[in-house]
């Protein structure tokens, strides 16, 4: 089996996504709340030192721990449908 070439673009997507997987996965075993403010606060650091496109990615993440962590949906999809 041959593993198909990225376009220049998939690449960032696919490491987002990756990454998005990784905070997920890590909310569910530790604390969702206290790693969404722990993300955002990294977020904040690195925007001030001047990484803005770090700090965007790193907002992003803080974004998904919220969006499928800390939401009453996504608490009550989190026992259906582990990972979308």
């Known amino acids: ?11 960032p997507d696919a ?3 990756a ?5 997920t996965a890590l909310g569910w075993q530790i604390d969702p ?5 722990d993300l955002q606060a990294i ?3 690195t925007r001030r030192g001047g990484h803005g496109a770090s700090a ?10 919220e969006a499928r962590l800390l939401t009453t949906k996504a ?8 990972f979308r």
Do not use: W
């Open 43 to 45: 977020a904040n650091v």
């Open 75 to 82: 608490s009550i999809e989190r026992t259906a449908i582990p």
């Open 33 to 37: 709340v206290r790693l969404h403010a």
């Open 1 to 11: 089996m041959t593993i198909p070439a990225f376009t220049d673009t998939q690449i």
């Open 19 to 23: 990454l998005k997987a990784i905070v």
């Open 56 to 65: 965007g990615l790193i907002d992003e993440l803080a974004h998904t721990v």
């Open 15 to 17: 490491y987002t996504d």
